[in-house]
C-alpha cells in the first residue's frame, strides 16, 4: 500500500475562494449605498466614476457611470 497523498478535488477549494469573494448583491449594495448618500463611487461594471442621478424633490433616483453608461436604478 502506497503512503502518497491524494491531490484534493477541484471542487474542495472553490467554495473557499468563493467565500472570499463579495456577491453580486455586495456589490451593488456598496455601490447604492455610496450614490443613495450623494457620493460617486466605482462602476461595479467597468471601475469608471458611477456618479449619482437627481430628481427634483425626491433627492437621489439612480446612478449612471461616465464610462460605459451602466445605470443603477
Not at 461595479?44 to 437627481?54: E, F, I, K, N, Y
Amino acid at each position: 500500500m502506497s503512503a502518497a497523498l491524494a491531490t484534493p478535488p477541484r471542487h474542495a477549494h472553490a467554495h473557499t475562494r468563493a467565500a472570499a469573494e463579495p456577491t453580486l448583491a455586495d456589490v451593488l449594495g456598496t455601490a447604492w449605498s455610496a450614490v443613495s448618500d450623494g457620493v460617486a463611487t466605482e462602476c461595479p461594471v467597468c471601475a469608471g466614476s458611477l456618479q449619482p442621478r437627481w430628481s427634483a424633490g425626491a433627492g437621489v433616483v439612480g446612478a449612471r457611470c461616465g464610462d460605459c453608461g451602466a445605470t443603477l436604478e
